[in-house]
């Protein structure tokens, strides 16, 4: 497919619908329809689509606020309906579909619900992927959790091979996370070595002892570094003062060994941008876990500017984070060449579309941070960028929908389809 070139609109339109034509009403249709000739709707042209993506892996991408749920007053009351979220479900039956959002991961989930769909949740900085799929992308931000799956992996591995995990955790905490009785466990990054007593057989027997453990086995446990104990607590006891007066940083006891940790740091921003919402009525500051958002849908017109003067201000002493703005929102974000148009490429690769010519992403969102998946879309060169807006505006998107019960029909028209050429093969 040749990817058609963007038509230069003849309207001089700011990207942020919501603000440029605020006030203007009545013109809004006339321009409106000039604007679907450029942007024309995804469902007048689902003959094209469906034309174009005969044959070929079509792998969904959609947006949560503003496309999958109305904007409204409460960003905690954006629910989706119960009829949205069974298209989801249907188009994660027959598509590849991820969610890539400007909230928390966490919170998306919890919105959606859905099983059978990826998430990436600040603006595409924390996503979630099946860990086959840690054969593909790039590993360097990849972390892995144990769950049921992997926890019987790892039991079947310990049924076949001597097998030992070795971690910078705790000896215990790495026992409780994966509770697997048939394999060795070495804590404090191997300075805290436990196996079953045949061992003394073997090796230093210098820094072991022999124990019994809860279960009455003998044990043998190996330790170099038991001396240090009482200085390491005595450092602790220093490091918890410090971490103390750090919002958001704290001290982990991996017994011979700490662990000061610094994620969640940017609490001292949003501390202090909470301070500022709390005196500027209908202000509010969401966390959004990697990136924080500062509503401003609920303030009088008049203090908007003040708002976002206090939060300016306050963020130039934070050079490792900008603010971008999204509808009636300011999103403070970590300065990183990652947007959500890298998470669409990431999840591509991830999910092993990497480099196939046969793959069609669809990208469908309503907001600033969406032109990014659209740009990465059009430099593809492949697929559909559709925004989703009710007033004309810049964008870099192909397609348009109106709103998200456009959505939910161009979802559900894309599952019947796909349905369709599944029972034809
Ligand atoms: O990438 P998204 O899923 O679209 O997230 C972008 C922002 O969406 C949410 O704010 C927007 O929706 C709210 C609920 O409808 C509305 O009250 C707010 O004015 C909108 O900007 C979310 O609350 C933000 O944290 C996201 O950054």
């Known amino acids: 497919m040749v990817y058609p070139q963007l038509p230069s609109g003849p309207l001089n339109m700011e990207s942020n619908s919501e603000e440029s034509f605020h006030d203007n009403e009545d013109v809004i249709d006339d321009f409106y329809d000039i604007w679907l000739k450029n942007h024309p709707s995804a469902l007048s042209s689902f003959e094209e689509i469906k034309s174009v993506a005969h ?6 991408f959609l947006d949560y606020d503003g496309t999958l749920s109305p904007i409204v007053n409460n960003p905690d009351q954006a629910f989706m309906s119960t009829e949205m979220r ?33 998430y990436a949740g600040s603006h595409g900085m924390d996503i979630s992927t099946p860990s086959v ?14 769950d049921e799956k992997m926890r019987s992996a790892v039991r079947e591995i310990g049924e076949h091979f001597p097998t030992a995990i070795i971690s910078g955790r705790s000896r215990d905490k790495v026992f409780q996370f994966v509770r697997l009785n048939n394999i060795y466990y070495a804590g404090s990054h191997g300075m805290d070595i436990s196996t079953p007593s045949v061992s003394l057989n073997y090796g230093n027997h210098e820094h072991q002892t022999r124990t019994i453990d809860e279960k009455g086995n003998d044990v043998v446990n190996f330790c170099p570094v038991r001396d240090f104990l009482p200085r390491i607590q005595t450092i602790k006891d220093k490091l918890e003062k410090i971490a103390k007066d750090i919002k958001g940083a704290s001290v982990e006891d991996n017994k011979f060994c700490l662990s000061v940790h610094f994620r969640c740091v940017n609490e001292e921003i949003k501390d202090k941008l909470e301070k ?18 500062v509503h401003f849908r609920c303030v009088n017109e008049e203090n908007v500017g003040k708002l976002k003067e206090m939060v300016e201000s306050t963020m130039e002493f934070y050079n490792d984070f900008r603010i971008t703005e999204g509808k009636k929102v300011m999103e403070i974000r970590p300065i990183i060449n990652w947007d959500k ?6 999840l591509l690769d991830t999910l092993g579309f990497e480099n196939s010519s046969n793959v069609l992403p669809i990208y469908i969102g309503d ?21 989703v807006s009710t007033t004309p505006k810049e964008t870099e998107a192909l397609y348009s929908l109106r709103d998200p019960t456009e959505v939910m029909s161009f979802l559900i028209l894309l599952a019947k389809w796909k349905m369709g050429c599944t029972l034809v093969n």
């Not at 044959?55 to 969904?60: A, D, I, L, P």
């Not at 799929?133 to 144990?146: A, E, P």
């Not at 907001?367 to 559709?386: C, L, N, Q, Y």
């Open 133 to 146: 799929s840690l054969n593909y992308g790039n590993h360097k931000h990849q972390t892995r959790t144990i």
């Open 341 to 346: 148009g890298r998470a669409l490429q990431y």
């Open 367 to 387: 907001d600033k941070t969406d032109e990014d998946a659209f740009k990465m879309i059009k430099s593809i060169g492949r697929g559909f960028p559709v925004a």
């Open 55 to 60: 044959e070929k892996q079509m792998v969904v």
């Open 86 to 118: 069974s298209a989801v479900r249907e188009i994660g039956e027959h598509f590849p579909t991820a969610i890539i959002s400007g909230r928390s991961r966490d919170k998306v989930f919890q919105f959606v619900r859905l099983n059978n769909i990826y």
């Open 276 to 293: 500022i919402a709390k005196d500027i009525k209908g202000a509010s500051v969401e966390d959004n876990k990697f990136c924080l958002s």
